[in-house]
Nanobody
Framework: QVQLVESGGGLVQPGGSLRLSCAAS????????IGWFRQAPGKEREFVGYISGSGYTQSYANFVKGRFTISRDNAKNTAYLQMNSLKSEDTAVYYC???????????????WGQGTQVTVSS
């Protein structure tokens, strides 16, 4: 059973940057697609992006293209979400998720981290 722990959230000013980490344990990390999702207060959890097990393929939601980048270090069992040019509307709890197939939908992932709060505010 894959276990995920996110870290790196916090308070940042508009236009700033943050890097979130997602540390995995319990499985062969490179076998898993890692997805990133977010959930703002009163809203449904939404897809941010994913990265394939090899790291060669990524997909992003339109609202983060050009601003967010997902990467992974399989030797460290860790995936990353680099967020640049942050906006107030990026404020949310960010979650990483893992699945051997993955995809764009919440129900395509079998394992989830606990989430980390990102607040973009001046």
């Amino acid at each position: 059973q894959v276990q995920l722990v996110e870290s790196g959230g916090g308070l940042v000013q508009p236009g700033g940057s943050l890097r979130l980490s997602c540390a995995a344990s319990g499985v062969t990390f490179s076998n898993y697609v890692i997805g990133w999702f977010r959930q703002a207060p009163g809203k449904e959890r939404e897809f941010v992006g994913y990265i394939s097990g090899s790291g060669y393929t990524q997909s992003y939601a339109n609202f983060v293209k050009g601003r967010f980048t997902i990467s992974r270090d399989n030797a460290k069992n860790t995936a990353y979400l680099q967020m640049n040019s942050l906006k107030s509307e990026d404020t949310a709890v960010y979650y990483c998720a893992a699945d051997t197939r993955g995809g764009l939908e919440v129900d395509e992932y079998e394992a989830w981290g606990q989430g980390t709060q990102v607040t973009v505010s001046s």
